[in-house]
C-alpha cells in the first residue's frame, strides 16, 4: 500500500513538471510574422489617436445655392501627394450640415499603409454620388497633422467643367526589340500600366489591356484609363508596356516587356520592349 502511495504521488509530480516544462514551452514560442502583422493591424484599427476629427459646412457666400440631395466623400492623402489612390477615404449620405466627420487607420484604402503625419483631407459634397468629382460638384481641403481634433473643413470652391486635351493622356509608339521579335506568343495581349513615380505596389494609376496588335503600335493612355474614381492622371508617371502571353495581368516567363518615365501631355514617347522575362 505504501509502495502504491509512493508511486502515486511520484506519478502526479512528473505531470506537473510536464505541465509547467509545456507551458514555458508555449509563452516562448514564437508569434508568427503573419500573425504578428494582424495583432498590429488591429491595434491600430482600434486606436483612434491618429485620426483626424472635426466639422464640415458650406462656406456663407455659396450655401444658399448648395443643392440639398447630395453624397459626401471624404478623401484623405500625405501632404504633397496629389495623385494615383488616396490613402483614407470614406462616404457618407443622408446627413445635414454643418456635419462632423471622422477619418483614420480603420478607413486606409490600401493593406500595409499607416494613417500618420501630414495629411491632406478633402471633403467634397457630390451631386451624382459618383466618387469621381463632376463639373458643380463643391469642396473644400485642409491639411493638418494625424490626430488632429475640431478641424474645420469649409467646403467653398465649386468645380468647373473641364475640356478635354492631350495634357491629360501620354501617347507614342510601342515597338519591340528585334533581337525579340521572333519570340512574341501567339495571340498576345498588350498591357499598358501607368503608376506615380515612385510607387512601386499598389493598385496602379492607370491600366488598358490590347489585343490583336502589331509593332510598332501607336498608344494613348491616360485619364480614361485611371482604376479608382476620383483618382487623376497627373505626373510623373512611369509606364509599364508588356507582351503578355496568356492574357493575366500578373507578369510571368516568356512576357516581354519595356519602361518608360514621362509626364501627361507628352507625345511621341517611344517604348522598347526589350525584357523577356524569365531569360
Keep these: 500500500m505504501k509502495l502504491l502511495k509512493q508511486l502515486a504521488i511520484s506519478g502526479l509530480t512528473i505531470s506537473f513538471f510536464a505541465v509547467v516544462a509545456c507551458d514555458q514551452k508555449l509563452k516562448e514560442h514564437p508569434i508568427s510574422p503573419q500573425v504578428k502583422q494582424q495583432m498590429d493591424a488591429r491595434k491600430k484599427v482600434a486606436d483612434s489617436a491618429q485620426s483626424i476629427s472635426g466639422t464640415i459646412n458650406f462656406d456663407e457666400s455659396i450655401v444658399s445655392k448648395v443643392p440639398k440631395?447630395?453624397?459626401?466623400?471624404?478623401?484623405?492623402?500625405?501632404?504633397?501627394?496629389?495623385?494615383g489612390p488616396p490613402l483614407a477615404a470614406k462616404r457618407h449620405s443622408l446627413i445635414k450640415f454643418p456635419f462632423d466627420f471622422k477619418i483614420g487607420q480603420e478607413n486606409v484604402m490600401l493593406e500595409g499603409n499607416t494613417f500618420e503625419g501630414n495629411i491632406t483631407v478633402t471633403a467634397r459634397w457630390d451631386l451624382d454620388g459618383m466618387p469621381k468629382a463632376s463639373p458643380d460638384d463643391i469642396d473644400g481641403s485642409i491639411t493638418v497633422n494625424s490626430g488632429s481634433k475640431d478641424v474645420k473643413i469649409v467646403l467653398d470652391h465649386v468645380i468647373e467643367a473641364k475640356k478635354e486635351s492631350t495634357n491629360t493622356m501620354v501617347?507614342?509608339?510601342?515597338?519591340?526589340?528585334?533581337?525579340?521579335?521572333?519570340?512574341?506568343?501567339?495571340?498576345?495581349?498588350?498591357?499598358?500600366?501607368?503608376?506615380?513615380?515612385?510607387?512601386?505596389?499598389?493598385?496602379?494609376?492607370?491600366?488598358?489591356?490590347?489585343?490583336?496588335?502589331?509593332?510598332?503600335?501607336?498608344?494613348?493612355?491616360?485619364?480614361?484609363?485611371?482604376?479608382?474614381?476620383?483618382?487623376?492622371?497627373?505626373?510623373?508617371?512611369?509606364?509599364?508596356?508588356?507582351?503578355?502571353?496568356?492574357?493575366?495581368?500578373?507578369?510571368?516567363?516568356?512576357?516581354?516587356?519595356?519602361?518608360?518615365?514621362?509626364?501627361?501631355?507628352?507625345?511621341?514617347?517611344?517604348?522598347?520592349?526589350?525584357?523577356?522575362?524569365?531569360?
Design 69 to 83: 440631395q447630395g453624397t459626401l466623400f471624404l478623401i484623405a492623402r500625405p501632404e504633397g501627394v496629389l495623385s
Design 171 to 279: 501617347s507614342g509608339t510601342i515597338k519591340i526589340d528585334r533581337n525579340l521579335a521572333d519570340q512574341i506568343p501567339e495571340g498576345a495581349s498588350l498591357f499598358l500600366i501607368a503608376r506615380s513615380e515612385g510607387v512601386q505596389r499598389g493598385i496602379p494609376l492607370a491600366v488598358k489591356k490590347l489585343q490583336g496588335i502589331t509593332f510598332p503600335y501607336s498608344f494613348t493612355l491616360g485619364q480614361a484609363d485611371v482604376m479608382l474614381p476620383g483618382a487623376l492622371f497627373e505626373g510623373p508617371v512611369t509606364i509599364f508596356a508588356r507582351l503578355d502571353k496568356d492574357g493575366d495581368a500578373a507578369p510571368a516567363p516568356g512576357d516581354i516587356d519595356g519602361v518608360v518615365a514621362a509626364n501627361p501631355g507628352d507625345q511621341q514617347v517611344e517604348i522598347i520592349l526589350n525584357h523577356l522575362i524569365g531569360s
